[in-house]
C-alpha cells in the first residue's frame, strides 16, 4: 500500500512555529515518526510539503499518476480557504484522511470550517503528531 503525506503551509515550521499550539518537535521529528509507524505496518509511506497552493494540487494530482491508494493531508491555513485542494481531491478520488495537529474546533472561529472535510474519510485533530499515524492505520482499514 502506497500513501502519501502532504504538509500544507508553514508545517515546515514545526518546532519553531508557536510551540504552544503545535508543540516543540520539529517538522522532521514528524517524518520520523510517520515513517516509522509507515514501516511498522508494511506501508510505503512518501512525503510532500509546500507553502503554496498549486504546488499542493499539483502533489495530489501526480498522486492519481503515481497510483497512490491513500492520502494524508493537513492543509494546514490552505484547509479553510482552498477550493482548489477540496476539487483536486475530488478530481482523483484517492481515499484520504485529513489531519490537524491542533484541535481547530476550539480555536479561531474560522478554523471551525475545513473546505476538504466532505470529501474526507475522516478527520483527525487535536491529537498531536500522533493524529498522522492513526490516519494511517484508518486508511488500511
Ligand atoms: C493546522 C490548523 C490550521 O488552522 C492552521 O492554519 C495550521 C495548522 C493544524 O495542524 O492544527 O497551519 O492545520
Redesign the pocket.
Known sequence: MKVLVIN????NMLGI?EPD??GKQTYEMLLQQIADHAAVRGVEVSFFQSNHEGAIVDAIQQAYFDKIDGIVI???????TSVAILDALKAVAIPTVE??????NS??EF?RHSFISPVCVKTI??KGFDGYCEAIDILMQ
Open positions: 500544507g503551509p508553514n508545517l512555529r499550539i503545535y493537513n492543509p494546514a491555513a490552505y484547509t479553510h489531519v490537524h495537529i491542533s484541535d481547530i480555536r479561531d478554523r485533530c487535536g
